[in-house]
């Protein structure tokens, strides 16, 4: 029988509990070893009572279970940190805010086996529940839209041989989701094959505050940092949609030039450019809005947002293009 460890990176944080719990309760052969990252801040020190509850729900699973520190360096690292500790041939990615289903072990167990010996990875299915009795807000949108990502490491099973061999997740990726796609790129380009299983895992939307997607924003220098290592047309490679990132910059552009003449009494040329700003910036908007709810809360939110994440994202692309311009291949070993 296939041998796996389970990682799971974490900040701790409400649904750690429910992952866990879903993970004691599934059917078939359980992990030979979980591995908890506890990616926290550790200044001031971490509360160890919100862990410790979590910990409760594993059951017998808990004898099986070790709790790394992270040091608060992102989802990568925290894997790279679990993976060293990894001596199963398997090791399984899970994020804290999913619920595996309940036949995931003996799923996951089917998935390794039919597994080629130059497969690399095995995708888990990611579900997102989406409300029926109304239209999803643009927060729950985005959530469905990254958890059907190729290669997110939402639930994914690699060979730990294969990670090693290419030097595991490129830690200089402090958030989520373009760690995942580099990495699957540097195992494709060394000749290893990553494909979809049939296991199932649950993905609940999180709750967010009114400016989560600004904040979202700063993954536009991890693109930039993508460029860098895969070239232009890593979009392409990775089959991933290319974003507004240049429509953001317009619209900021026609904004600051707006500003700028105005301020120098060029008054017809700053209205033009605060027309341009304007249109765009409306168009933005009205993207987000007409699939969503309507509600009031909900226009209010995307309203607001629409104005500032157009300046967000050109300046944390521009800021991750001047940081990595010259960032090297990742060569760091994980062992």
């Known amino acids: 029988m296939t041998s796996y460890a ?23 052969p359980r992990p030979d070893r979980i591995v908890l990252v506890d990616d926290r801040p550790e200044q001031p020190e971490p509360d160890p009572a919100p862990l410790e509850h979590a910990l409760t729900v594993l059951g017998d699973l808990r004898a099986r279970t070790t709790v790394l520190t992270g040091g608060n360096r992102g989802p990568a690292a925290a894997r790279n940190t679990g993976l060293r500790a990894v001596t199963e041939p398997w090791v399984v990615f899970v994020d804290e805010g999913v619920q595996v289903g ?23 299915v990611i579900t997102v529940p989406l409300p029926g009795g109304r239209r999803p807000t643009d927060w729950e949108r985005g959530t469905a839209a990254q958890a059907r990502a190729r290669w997110i490491t939402a ?4 060979r730990t041989e294969a ?7 490129d830690d200089r990726f402090p958030r989520a989701f373009p760690e995942d796609a580099d990495l699957a790129l540097r195992l494709l380009d060394a000749g290893w094959r990553i494909r979809r299983g049939c296991r199932t895992t649950l993905h609940p939307v999180r709750a967010a505050s009114r400016w989560a997607a600004v904040h979202r924003q700063r993954v536009h220098a991890d693109d930039a940092l993508m460029r860098r290592l895969h070239g232009p047309d890593w979009w392409d490679k990775a089959v991933a949609p290319r974003g507004r990132i240049r429509r953001h910059a317009a619209i900021t552009a026609a904004g600051a030039a707006a500003c700028a003449l105005a301020a120098t009494g060029h008054r017809r040329a700053a209205a033009a450019c605060a027309a341009g700003w304007a249109a765009g910036t409306a168009e933005f908007a009205r993207s987000r809005i007409v699939p969503g709810p309507r509600t009031p809360d909900e226009v209010a939110t995307v309203l607001a947002t629409s104005v500032v994440i157009p300046p967000a994202a050109t300046w944390h692309r521009l800021a991750g293009t001047w940081r990595h311009r010259n960032a090297p291949s990742w060569r760091e070993p994980t062992r």
């Open 102 to 124: 309940p036949h995931w072990c003996a799923q996951l167990l089917e998935d390794l086996d039919e597994a080629t010996p130059d497969t690399a990875g095995v995708q888990g």
């Open 163 to 169: 990670l090693r061999r290419v030097g595991g997740f």
């Open 155 to 158: 639930d994914m099973a690699y």
């Open 6 to 28: 389970v990682v799971i990176p974490t900040l701790v944080g409400d649904t750690l509990a429910d992952c866990l719990a879903a993970l004691a309760a599934a059917h078939g």
